[in-house]
Nanobody
Framework: QVQLGESGGGLVQPGGSLRLSCAASGSILSIFAMGWHRQAPGKQRELVAIITRSGNTNYTDSVKGRFTISRDNAKNTVFLQMSSLKPEDTAVYYC??????????????WGQGTQVTVSS
């Protein structure tokens, strides 16, 4: 059993910053890629950023230069530092992780989501 728990969402004014955290726990042997996705009302869920175990990153174009993804492998945690936030960044943000469990099952796990609202 693997659980992912996000924290750090909230209400912020345009131009502000937020830092999201997501910690994975449970029967984890190793975590490969970790990522952040978001879903705005009436829209499909989209990939925001992804980071490999070795630290290689990739971002969707709309957040490049504003968001930074990072991870702490020792703590099975991934972060998303968001700066220069815009109203269009408003969404529920979900973290996910590609996990190899102690039973040698590899699967994709998701957190429950955290709301980010950018509004004045």
């Amino acid at each position: 059993q693997v659980q992912l728990g996000e924290s750090g969402g909230g209400l912020v004014q345009p131009g502000g910053s937020l830092r999201l955290s997501c910690a994975a726990s449970g029967s984890i042997l190793s975590i490969f890629a970790m990522g952040w996705h978001r879903q705005a009302p009436g829209k499909q869920r989209e990939l925001v950023a992804i980071i490999t175990r070795s630290g290689n990153t990739n971002y969707t174009d709309s957040v490049k230069g504003r968001f930074t993804i990072s991870r702490d492998n020792a703590k099975n945690t991934v972060f998303l530092q968001m700066s220069s936030l815009k109203p269009e960044d408003t969404a529920v943000y979900y973290c996910n992780a590609d996990v190899l469990t102690t039973r040698l099952y590899r699967g994709d796990y998701w957190g429950q989501g955290t709301q980010v609202t950018v509004s004045s």
